[in-house]
Structures are given as C-alpha cells and as structure tokens.
C-alpha cells in the first residue's frame, strides 16, 4: 500500500470498529449522472470521493461493504486538503443487490495525486466505475487501473462470500446511520399522502425488553417525526391562513375544437343552465352494509372534509385558480406518435378565456403540459401569481407498448403560499372488459409520475430516481380525466335504470353506482384506495352521439352508458377544505363525452420562515447529541407506575395520563416494547398517544393511556381467559426500562358471548356466573337469548314505521343506555310514547343500531360457513328451512326465525324503508 492509502486509511480508522478492517481504498472523481442516476450525494463535476471496502468479523461469516466519503464542503477545494473533513455518505452492502460495471473512457484526465505539492498532471487512461444499488447510481473516474482491479476484486470475492452464506444480517453496519447529518425539516415539509394515516411508530425496528432492536435506526426516525410534528404543531410560525377556490374541469373533447360557448363548463354560476336530470341524492348508509358501494368511503370523506373549520370561502365566487384537464386533443396518427404543436392547446385556451368573458382580464394562464392527447392547463388569477412558487410538471405515457402517449398522464404541481397541490390529468385504458388494464394504468402512473425539476427544465418520464419527489408527496393531489371506469350490467339494463321503469322502481343511484367499476376497485383496494370523490347526482357522463342511433335519453346505442369522466382527491389531515360542487354539463355536445366540474375550497397558509427556523434549529441542537455522542446517558422519569382505571364498561373509552420527566441533561427518546417475542406490546383493550417522542432536559411530557373494551377483546374478559390487567414497559433509547402496570374492574356484558352462553345464564350477564360445564352438556335455560328477544321485541312494538331503519345511525348516548340495561336486566330507560317525533326517531334508530352491534360482537357467526353455502344452493323454501332445523341448536333457530319474522312484518305495513337494504345489513352481520 502506497503512502497515499497509508494516509487515507488513518483518515478511515476514524469511523471503524474493533472487527472492522480496510481491504481496499480507491480514490476517484464523482461524475455529474444522468437524469436517472443518484446525483443527490454529487456536488457537482469532478468532486474528489474516497472508496473503501471494509469487511467486518463481527458475526459468523466475513461481510463486506463499500463505503463512501465525500467532502463536507467542495468550495475552493485544492488537492493539498482533500484528506480534511471528509464525512460517511453512504455504506453499500456487498450482495448480489450491488451492480459494479467498468469501462474505459477515450478522454485523457490528469491524473489524482494527493501528495502535496505534487501538481504535474500525468496523461493516463481514464477508468469509469459505475455501483448500482437498488434504484441508486453513483459514477466515478479514477487513473489507478491496480488499485481499481483490487477494489473489484475485493467487492466480487465479498459478494460471493455473502452469496453463499445465509447468515448475513449487516447489522454492524447500523451504527454507521449515526454519521448522517441531522437536516432541519423544511418549512411545511410535504407528507406523502400514502403514509399520513400510517402511524409513525410501525416502522420502528422488533424489539422487545432486554433487546433493543436498531437503537440506531430508531432513534433516527423518532427524531425525524419529533422535529416533524413541532411543525405541525407550532402555531406560531403560521402568519394567516387564505381560503383559495379551485375549480377542475375534465373533458374528453373526441378530437374536436371549441365550436361552442365553453361558459356552461367555466362559469357555469353566471351562465344559463339548459334542464338537467338530477338523481336523487344518496343518503346516509350504514357502513355494516356488504353492499352500499361507496359508504363507508363517503361518510369518512364527509367527515375528513373539514368545512366547519375552513375560513369563509364562498364557493359560488370566482374561483382564483382553473385547472382543466382534457383528453383526445389530437386524435391524429401524427399526433400518436409525437407532437409538440401546441395549436390545438392554443384554440382551447382561447376558448376558455372566451367563456370568462367580462373577467378574462383578471386572469392569467399560468402552466400547462401537453403529451399527446393529454393536456391540463392551470389558469390563475393576477394577483394570485406572486404567491405561486415551485411550479413543476411532469407526463407518463401508458398506451401502445406502454410508452406511448395515447393513453397516460400530465401532472403540474404548485405551491400556493406554502402549501402544495399537485394536479394530475389521465386517461386509462378504454373498453368494458378492461377494468384490470386501468387498476393497473393506475397503479404504473402513481409509481412513475414524479416532479424532478422546477418547470422549463426537462423532467423525468422513467422511473423516478432517488431525486424525484411522487405526486403522493403534497398537501392535497388532485386526480381526473377520463378513467373510463363502466358499470358491470347489461346495456339494456344500464339503460332502464336510467330511464327509471326497470320493473316500475323508482330510480336509485346506487343500484348503479353499486356496479361502478370505480366505486368497486376502491372498496376492494385494487386502485384509488383512500381516495375521496364527491357525491355523484348525474346521469352517467359518457357516450352520447349525433348523427347515430341514440336512446331516449341521448346515449349512443352502441356504447354503455358509465360515469368515466371523475374528479377524485386525497388530502392531508392538516389542511382545511371543502368540497362545494360535482356536476356533469349536459349543455356542451360537441363530443362523445360530457364536461365534468368540481368546486372545491382549500386554505392554503403562508409562514414567517425566519421564525421557523430559529425554533427548530433550537430543537436541533437539543437532540443532535443523541445522534453524535452514542456515550451520552438519558435519565427518565416515569411519575406514576401504577395506573387504576376503576369500573370499564363495553365501549366506554376511558382515559388516563401518564407523565414522563427527564432529570437528565441529554435529551431523552423513548418507545414502548413488549415483554417477549410472542407478547404484544399492548393489550387489545389498551392504547396509548404518542407510543414514541422526545423529553427535552427538565421538560415533562404527558402520555394518554386509554382503556376500550370493544367486540375483539370482550369475549376472552367476558369468560375470564383474559384479564383487565397489563404491564407497559416503556424503553429509554440507550437507557433503561420502565415499567407501568395498568389495570380496570371490568364490567361485564352479554356483547362478546356466544349465544350458546347466554341461553345457560339464570338471570343477566351482570348478575350471574358464567356455568363452568360445556354447552354440550349444559342445559339451555331460555328458548333463546333474552337480550336479543328485548331488542328484537322493542323494535317490533316501536319502530315498524321507521323509514331507514338499520340504514341510518342513532345516538351513541342512547346506545350506552340500552346496553346497560340488557346487562343489568334492569328495564329500558325510555318511554317511546312520551318522546317526540323527532326523539323516537333516532332511539329508534338506536335500538337498531344496538341489535347490529350485538351480532357484530358474537365470537362466532350465527350461521356456520359451511350450513351457508349448503342454503345458497337450495332453492325451495321450505327445504331450506328444513335444512336450519336439522342442523341449527333450537335457540339459534329462535334467532334467525325472529329476525326474519320482523323483517317480514316490517316488509308488510306498506311504509317506505328500504326493505333490500334492511335484509342485506341483517343478514351481512347474522352471517358473518
């Protein structure tokens, strides 16, 4: 080893351990890569990098790495202080994962002499290694042909020694994570909207008492989300919040050119509107239901749309920022191929600023991005575009081959103040039969579609690398365009529903939307899972026809109506906003398809930056000790160890802090752990918020510990194989455990027994025993369990007359109420006749509510799998009911003949409750 290495290698013992040795160093030059490559950890051209292979005997087999250094800082760097302050960049393991390509560059270089004072360039040949790891790239040049033939060498004999072994884990290489430089968050960092429901604590390493797991790793990311959520909390970095309106469009224009008044579409508020057919709005739906298509999705979409604490924002205003999305511009072959003629875009952002009319002037086209077809265009208003920053685009092609432009998607992202919005404009794949071709368009377009650099510079169409940010990674993503999602019926089907006489029923969107390929490839989680759409009150959007044969309603007859045209949206839990409008135009007929809109109203925010970061620099150096002095002691204090919840009902949360001191003078990171491999970290009753933070010195944090007995952990409290009793055990990161013991007297209830239980019970559940002799042997003492008969009783006396029974929620108040007298036997707290109209409603609904969750809490289904595929295949009635009598104890055939009994009647009085939906949600839950 030359003088030089000998140098270079006392540099490198810096960072090594005791089992850690150098087998090879190779000085080299960074290259600036292609768009494609890794450039993040490149300075700029002909940076001066140090490579090493370092193997560790630290476990059973020898494993390698390369590890690489770089300058701190590269300004005015000269070749007689490249040996100083070099830091770790990154650490490749030697696997088959790592990719190492030679070649021979033509150009002559000087050659890398790090001996000072030896400047005289040496004309030698220029070698270039390349190192692949994953979708990372590094390039580098070096003269030294020995000394890279012994650092390949060296890298391939470790590979294979890794190949060959199945005991390597890299763990020794975990520490080298500590060397990383703590980055301060940026100012309203942008979350990735895949994640913000995930909590942080999941991607924590295995660990359980007595075994850390990665302390390293961990402490990283407890510090990241640490840093993370003082921004998210620090209200004081916030100067105002502007509630802005935002109106998308999306059109499938079939090769036209505006021939028509776009103001409909654009300005619909000030334009006259030709009759619409509007279908009856879609009520409120039980989530219980298999088969209300988009209700839980709806209702949680309402409820995320946080309109009450958005500030005042008109919606029938001017909106200050357009964002038009259209499909088939140019259905030309030409165009197919690839087309950078923009006069197509020119006619319709003409058109559009037609449609503005007196207002035009107050607005100004900001961006857009054409590929092929494809084109969205963001118009925005004047005094609107001072406060626009980091404007970006981005566009996939998925069609012929799976590059070309006919079918795939345009994106533009913008920061409004300081909040960002990325809006992506698509058009999947076509045809009925089609759906896994779309979900799978969707899935290509989520994965490629990346913002790499600001708009006017080229961006990237291929896989994102490693300095791309996704689309997923903003404040709200907006998705539309033509998705050409159909409807799984019949033409003639589809066509009667709209018409509204399919076997003289009244027209309800769901038996529609029920069938939407959309709605379906949400519920299902194959595409736009966690995505919102507004409620859809329109006919279907798509196909109408001139000069064809059309239906009553407009419809080409050769094409199945369907909704393809949508507007869907994800946003973080941190911004405000409201969804006002979702409309097709009907008026506009120059195409195949109809115009789609969506109003919506976001507040957006603008911070004092200087403020900002003077705070959070100030937690920085709080917390950069953990990372930099691994000898440094956290001291923790837990105040109270011993937690007593007192009495515990079924689906009453109670709460308890629990406070966190730190007496130390290093900062504290802490996580919870369990007591064993097979244990959990925390009892199915029992959770806790946050499950991981920071305590800075002499600062005091409290933990909420809550108690909820629901129907996963009641059955195994109800026969006492569990217990209200847990012990928390709460790790200090390079310091010790502590230890919180939390118990409850658990108040037993009938919810979470079999119903086997139940018929053997003298008396009710909180005033009796549970029999120690099985059912088998045991004998029933009720025909069937009497808390279900006083539910099923009461309804039947009370709420025959109730329209949506079971569709509708009642009050959770009144649910506790009812509950704790079929626990207690004691009598029913109510009396209908005394209530009002509008108070017997909703204990009604209550009541029905309470029958759901009971058989939601069974520990087994009433009907067993195997009885159910037996009866889906009988046709005969009677048969069937023979086949229940046969096979079913005499008190679950009590059950199931009440309930049908009910629903019978129910059925019989002539009132206006959704009797299919009433069936569906009782039997969904009765056989589950």
Not at 732 to 755: A, E, P, Q, W
Request: charged share 25%; net charge negative; hydrophobic share 40%.
């Amino acid at each position: 080893m030359g003088y030089d290495d000998v140098e270079i290698e006392e540099i490198l013992h810096q960072y090594l351990g005791p089992l850690e040795s150098v087998k090879s160093i190779l000085v080299v030059r960074a290259i600036s890569s292609g768009e494609h490559e890794a450039t993040s950890m490149l300075v700029g051209d002909d940076v001066i990098h140090i490579l090493a292979v370092v193997s560790s005997t630290d476990s059973i087999e020898e494993e390698g790495s390369v590890f690489i250094f770089r300058p701190v800082s590269v300004s005015h760097q000269s070749e007689s202080d490249v040996l100083t302050n070099y830091q770790l960049r990154a650490t490749l393991p030697l696997t088959n994962d790592l990719a190492i390509l030679m070649a021979q560059s033509r150009s002559r270089s000087g050659t890398i002499d790090l001996r000072r004072g030896r400047n005289a360039p040496i004309v030698k040949p220029l070698f270039i290694l390349t190192l692949s790891y994953g979708n990372r790239k590094w390039t580098f040049s070096t003269d030294s042909s020995e000394n890279l033939r012994i650092f390949v060498s060296e890298c391939r004999r470790l590979i294979n020694t890794a190949s060959s072994s199945s005991r390597v884990d890299f763990r020794w290489l975990n520490k080298y994570q500590s060397h990383r430089q703590l980055q301060v968050p940026t100012l309203f960092p942008r979350p990735d909207l895949r994640k913000v429901r995930k909590p942080s604590h999941l991607d924590l390493s295995a660990s359980v008492a007595g075994q850390p797991g990665d302390e390293d790793a961990d402490l990283l990311l407890i510090i990241d989300d640490w840093l993370r959520s003082h921004v998210e909390e620090d209200k004081d970095v916030y100067i105002e919040e502007h509630p802005i309106r935002i109106r998308l469009g999306t059109f499938n224009v079939n090769g036209k050119t505006p021939s028509r008044d776009l103001a409909p579409w654009i300005r619909p508020q000030h334009s006259k509107q030709a009759e619409k057919v509007f279908l009856p709005p879609l009520k409120a739906i039980s989530p219980i239901s298999l088969s209300s298509f988009t209700a839980s999705d709806y209702l949680s979409a309402q409820s995320s749309t946080s309109g009450d604490e958005l500030p005042f924002c008109d919606p029938r205003g001017e909106p200050d920022i357009y964002v038009l999305g259209f499909q088939e511009l140019d259905l030309s072959t030409e165009a197919l191929l690839i087309s950078y003629n923009t006069v197509r875009e020119d006619l319709w952002v003409e058109a559009i600023f037609a449609a503005l009319g007196e207002v035009r002037g107050e607005y100004t086209k900001l961006i857009s991005k054409q590929l092929v077809g494809m084109l969205v265009i963001c118009i925005v208003r004047n005094e609107l575009v001072k406060d626009i920053t980091d404007i970006r685009t981005s566009a996939i092609g998925t069609g012929l081959m799976g590059v070309m432009g006919n079918k795939g998607a345009v994106a533009l992202r913008l920061t409004v103040y300081s909040t960002v919005v990325t809006f992506v404009n698509a058009h999947l794949a076509a045809f009925d039969e089609y759906t896994d071709r779309r979900n799978a368009d969707f899935h290509d377009l989520s994965r490629r579609l990346a913002f790499v650099s600001p708009a006017g510079t080229p961006t990237s169409e291929e896989t994102m690398d490693q300095s791309a940010e996704s689309i997923f990674q903003s404040d709200v993503l907006f998705w539309m365009g033509d998705l050409n999602y159909r409807i799984d019926l019949p033409d003639a089907e589809v066509r009667q529903l709209i018409a509204g006489n399919l076997q003289t029923r009244k027209y309800d969107i769901r038996d529609l939307l029920s069938q939407d390929q959309l709605t379906k490839a949400r519920l299902q989680g194959k595409a736009f899972e966690d995505f919102i759409e507004g409620e859809i009150s329109d006919l279907p959007s798509y196909r109408f026809s001139t000069g064809v044969a059309t239906d009553a309603n407009g419809y080409d007859m050769k094409r199945r109506p369907a909704w393809t045209d949508r507007v869907l949206y994800r946003v973080s839990p941190r911004t405000c906003h409201r969804q006002a409008k979702y409309t097709v135009h009907p008026e506009l007929t120059m195409s195949d398809h109809k115009p789609v809109s969506a109003d919506f109203c976001i507040a957006t925010r603008r911070a004092d930056e200087s403020g900002y970061y003077s705070e959070v620099r100030r937690m920085v150096e709080h917390v950069e000790e953990l990372i930099v002095n691994t000898d440094s002691t956290p001291k923790l204090k837990v105040l109270s160890s011993e937690v007593q919840f007192g009495d515990i009902w079924y689906k009453r949360k109670a709460a308890h802090p629990v406070t966190l001191q730190n007496i130390g003078k290093v900062a504290c990171a802490f996580r919870f752990v369990s007591s064993g491999e097979n244990e959990s970290t925390f009892a199915r009753w029992l959770s806790a918020e946050p499950q991981m933070g920071i305590v800075l010195p002499d600062e005091e944090l409290s933990i909420s510990l809550t108690v909820c007995v629901d129907e996963t952990s009641a059955p195994g409290l109800n026969t006492g194989e569990a217990e209200l009793q847990h012990t928390l055990i709460l790790h200090t990161l390079r310091g010790k455990d502590h230890f919180i013991v939390v118990s409850g007297n658990y108040k037993r209830t009938c919810f979470g027994n079999d119903l086997a239980t139940l018929v053997r019970l003298p008396g009710s559940v909180r005033q009796s025993s549970i029999p120690n002799e099985s059912p088998e042997r045991a004998k029933a003492r009720t025909n069937a369990p009497r808390e279900v008969m006083r539910l099923i009783n009461w309804l039947m006396t009370n709420a025959t007359d109730i329209p949506d029974l079971f569709v509708s929620h009642g009050n959770p108040q009144m649910e506790d109420s009812i509950r704790e007298s079929l626990d207690t036997g004691e009598d029913f707290d109510f009396d209908a006749s005394q209530l009002s109209e509008d108070d017997r409603h909703v204990l009604a609904l209550s009541f029905a509510d309470t029958l759901l969750q009971f058989f939601q809490s069974l520990p087994s289904s009433v009907i067993p799998a195997s009885l159910q595929e037996r009866c889906a295949l009988i046709t005969d009635r009677d048969e069937a009911f023979e086949v229940l009598s046969s096979e079913l104890p005499n008190y679950v055939l009590n059950v199931w003949i009440s309930l049908t009994a009910f629903l019978h009647y129910v059925a019989q009085q002539g009132t206006s409750i959704d009797q299919e939906k009433l069936n569906e949600n009782i039997k969904a839950v009765v056989l589950a």
